[in-house]
């Protein structure tokens, strides 16, 4: 899977995941409690003979290994973006590196998570045994209770709230980054299309004119051809600007809205689309714009690339966002690569603040995803 996702967001899992995870991450939790309060159960039991100390170094080792491993795990079943986090350097003999790591906030961060899941756990464990015989609570309850787990460790697990805006901040500065990137891009593409079309066509018209002025009153037959000339190339210039125009921000958009102007697209992609819409109340023109040509773009390499026999697009309102999602059963393979088509996509919706998500296994299905935000 490939993403352009801001740290910090958390997606929903898919039920086959958070089933695997409500099962077996439950009992790996509940295996690193047991182990944690035996070990400082002993070791506060035995502090006054000095054997509970190299006990309780040992269990503070072991919870914040249990930590890194919660966030591999959780990462890994859930997409949660639980990145390595910072801890204190922890240098010098072995009770002056115990005494910083207790001091490190992270290490009770993990600690805290450790004992919140337990409770939590007991729930997920009876969820994704019963899930995997009950469908309703496979497609509906398991990726719900997944999802609150996730958060919990996002919250325990993850970087503070300064980390959290430092690498926000970074994302955003980055996003903005491409999306002048993008809209140079663009300007050139404008230019070139200028250029190379309405403006020949424009230049054609001028020359065809003068020929016929200069022809008019010897030669009114040839003069007469020359303004039939000038006539089509005038028209087929009109047309190229209307293209472009189109190109720009579509009329059928402004007017009727992002359904129509998805169904037109899909009518004409040479692959059957099912389009569906739910986008009321309407979006700002932005992120109308934005959706059209991520969902254009999209079935245009569904077309060239996919080989695939049916494509879907849904469009719908989730809170303070559009949620836009294109799939096929082509062949899949598709990526988020440096200077491809997907990036292009990723580098438009990153001028709104926007996300690509992109999962194409190899045989597919593919599966584009787009959250443009509403407000920025």
């Not at 450790?114 to 469908?135: D, Q």
């Not at 293209?243 to 809205?257: F, K, S």
């Not at 934005?290 to 309102?317: C, D, P």
């Amino acid at each position: 899977m490939a993403d352009s996702r801001v740290p910090g967001e958390h997606p929903r899992p898919k039920p086959v995941r958070a089933i695997i995870f409500l099962v077996f991450g439950s009992l790996l939790t509940l295996l690193e409690f047991i182990v944690v309060i035996v070990l400082a159960a002993v070791g506060i039991a035995t502090i006054m003979v000095w054997v509970g100390i190299p006990i309780l170094i040992a269990t503070t080792t072991l919870v914040r290994g249990f930590g890194d491993l919660e966030r591999r795990w959780v990462r890994a079943m859930l997409g949660t973006p639980l990145v390595k986090i910072e801890r204190l350097p922890a240098e010098g003999r072995v009770l002056t590196r115990w005494r910083r790591r207790l001091i490190d906030p992270t290490t009770w961060r993990d600690l805290g998570y450790l004992l919140l899941k337990v409770p939590l756990s007991i729930a997920e464990l009876a969820t994704g045994l019963a899930s995997v015989v009950l469908l309703p609570l496979a497609l509906w309850v398991a990726p719900w209770i997944a999802w609150v787990s996730g958060s919990l460790a996002l919250a325990l697990l993850g970087p503070n709230r300064a980390e959290r805006l430092a690498v926000k901040a970074q994302h955003l500065q980055a996003s903005r980054a491409r999306g002048v990137d993008a809209t140079e891009a663009e300007r050139r593409r404008i230019e070139r299309d200028l250029h190379d079309g309405a403006q020949q066509r424009l230049v054609s018209v001028a020359m065809s004119l003068g020929r016929a002025k200069n022809k008019l009153s010897d030669d009114p037959a040839a003069a007469r051809e020359l303004i039939d000339e000038a006539h089509n190339d005038a028209k087929l210039a009109v047309s190229e600007l209307r293209d472009l125009a189109r190109g720009i921000y579509p009329a059928v958009l402004a007017d009727r809205g992002l359904d129509a102007a998805l169904s037109a697209q899909a009518v004409k992609c040479p692959v059957p689309v099912d389009v569906q819409v739910d986008v009321e109340p309407r979006p700002p023109a932005a992120v109308e714009t934005t959706a059209y040509f991520i969902v254009g773009e999209t079935l245009t390499n569904i077309a060239k690339h996919s080989r695939a026999n049916q494509a879907g697009v849904k469009v719908w309102r989730s809170d303070e966002k559009v949620v836009v999602e294109i799939t096929d059963d082509g062949q899949g393979g598709a990526e988020l690569r440096p200077g491809g088509g997907l990036a292009g996509l990723a580098d438009r919706a990153a001028t709104i603040d926007g996300v690509i998500t992109v999962v194409s296994p190899p045989g597919g299905p593919t599966v584009v995803r787009a959250d443009l935000p509403c407000t920025w």
